[in-house]
């Protein structure tokens, strides 16, 4: 075997071992690694998981008071001036459909410090009311029949023990003019573990690029969810609520 400066191969093999298993040299790898796995576990924690969602949580306690804080009311009613003139002086119909809702979308008005499940109902059926398609629908006395409207409540299961959700179904009767397809919402609550208040989160359900496709329903409830207005569950399912249609028939005079 070939020696140098009368040291084996094999002794400067054991050499370089028993210098890396010397305690402080160990430990010192191990912290390396121990830091490594570390800093992996909390770059995926704060990328993706429950981490992200409670840190992300605290973060808009923190920064919606401030917000609160700051006097926007110059700024909205000069906003609301223009809006109101430009709809005003709009000739195009789908235009003007354009600009109403951006202002419903940015004014103040209508919106609660908070709201119930029933004044959610209540404003579904509403808005459902106006837009039923009651075309070949029967009549009766001189009126279309009513429509059948129903809610139901579910409470959905955390992937964590961080939150808790819940949803609230609002459906109208299938139909053969699809009423039920145009018409039925889903309303997402959530909320932090120890809170007592539910919030709407519309993320992933509401598209506000288009406004112009965006029916005044789904911009108020937008709204509630921007302004995380708390949501009181005093109401549970319905079984079926009957709604008289806004359309009234024409008749053709003879």
């Known amino acids: 075997m070939e020696e140098t400066q009368g040291t ?9 071992m028993a210098k890396a298993l010397q305690a402080d040299v160990l430990q010192e790898l191990i912290d390396q690694k121990a830091q490594k796995l570390v800093e992996e576990a909390l770059d995926h924690a704060f990328y993706l998981g429950d981490v992200k969602r409670a840190m992300s949580y605290k973060i808009e306690l923190m920064l919606i008071p401030a917000i609160e804080r700051y006097d926007l009311a110059r700024c909205n009613v000069k906003l609301e001036a223009l809006l109101d003139e430009l709809v005003a002086e709009s000739a195009i119909g789908e235009r003007r459909d354009i600009l109403r809702r951006f202002r419903l979308l ?8 908070g709201v119930t499940v029933t004044q959610i109902v209540d404003r579904f059926q509403r808005w459902a009311a106006d837009n039923f ?13 009513e429509f059948e409207a129903y809610t139901d409540i579910e409470e959905r299961g955390s992937y964590s023990g961080y939150f808790s959700y819940m949803d609230i179904y609002l459906k109208v009767e299938q139909d053969e003019n699809d009423n039920a397809d145009r018409l039925n919402r889903t309303i997402k609550l959530s909320r932090w573990h120890g809170d007592e208040t539910w ?12 406004l112009r496709a965006m029916p005044d329903f789904d911009v108020w409830v937008y709204k509630l969810a921007q302004a995380r207005t708390p949501v009181t569950l005093d109401a549970g399912p319905h079984d079926v609520d ?13």
């Open 8 to 16: 084996t191969l094999e002794e400067m093999v054991n050499m370089a």
């Open 106 to 113: 940015m004014s103040n008005d209508d919106m609660p410090d």
């Open 133 to 145: 398609d009651c075309t070949d629908r029967h009549i009766t006395d001189g009126s279309y029949d």
């Open 199 to 210: 919030t709407i989160d519309v993320r992933g359900q509401l598209n506000v690029s288009d």
């Open 242 to 254: 009957y709604i008289q249609p806004t359309d009234e028939p024409e008749y053709e005079l003879r």
